[in-house]
């Protein structure tokens, strides 16, 4: 269950599609690797959770695009839910967390897989995990697509993890930046005059 290494070409130059290039500076992860690296952790899933039933626990929004492509490729019974969080900032800071919704399925005694988008200080799953521990679940792994271990303020040590990359804050694939820039098919890193922009007019609470 260890996270596996990056792609051998991960940061090479790959260029950024014409639609994108005046907001994007670099593709970092292109929709072909995600695609790849999901299908591998949807393997290690399935090995992992052979036998159960599990439910499978989505924190939105960041995760809307990774989990629907995980769980179309996790051949187990299981069933979905989804926990709303979001946090008051900038938009590349985490502010203080708000819960936008809360879980409605019963998970007593369940194997819950817990998804995120990106793990970064870790405030967001440490506030988290003990809301559903509380609730007794046989045994809870999670399970985030991006992994960025340098900024970690709490301690927490994911079970899948689809890439480990640098400190830049990424956009696409489900991850925002002042909620725009969820639909780009890959992950890429914005130009800097971005932040500047849409950060005069961006909004106070920020989704996960
Ligand atoms: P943490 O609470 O600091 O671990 O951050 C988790 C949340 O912050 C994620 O679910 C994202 O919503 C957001 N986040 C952290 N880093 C990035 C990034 O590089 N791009 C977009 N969102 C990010
Ligand atoms: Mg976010």
């Known amino acids: 269950m260890r996270p596996k290494p990056n792609p051998k070409n991960f940061g090479a130059k790959i260029p950024v599609p014409p639609r994108w290039r005046r907001d994007v500076e670099k593709v970092l992860i292109t929709d072909r690797q995600i695609a790849r690296r999901i299908k591998s952790l949807a393997r290690q899933i399935e090995r992992d959770y052979q036998g159960r039933d599990i439910v499978v626990i989505a924190l939105l929004n960041g995760t809307v695009l990774f989990l ?9 019974p299981l069933r979905l839910d989804f926990i709303g969080v979001s946090s008051y ?9 708000v819960f936008t919704k809360e879980l409605r399925l019963d998970v007593r005694g369940r194997d819950v897989l817990l998804g995120d988008d990106i793990l970064d200080t870790g405030k967001t799953l ?22 960025k271990p340098t900024r970690r303020m709490e301690k927490i040590v994911p079970d899948y993890v689809g890439f480990t990359i640098p400190d830049a804050f990424v956009v696409g694939y489900g991850l925002d930046f002042a909620e725009r820039y969820r639909n780009l098919p890959f992950i890429g890193v914005l130009r800097p005059h971005i932040y500047h922009e849409l950060r005069e007019g961006a909004g106070l609470i920020h989704g996960a």
């Open 126 to 147: 440490s506030r988290v995990l003990p809301k559903i521990k509380i609730l007794k679940p046989r045994r809870i792994r999670t399970c985030v697509l991006l992994d």
């Open 68 to 76: 629907a492509d995980l769980i179309r490729h996790l051949s187990l």
């Open 89 to 97: 900032g900038t938009g590349v800071t985490s502010g203080d967390l």
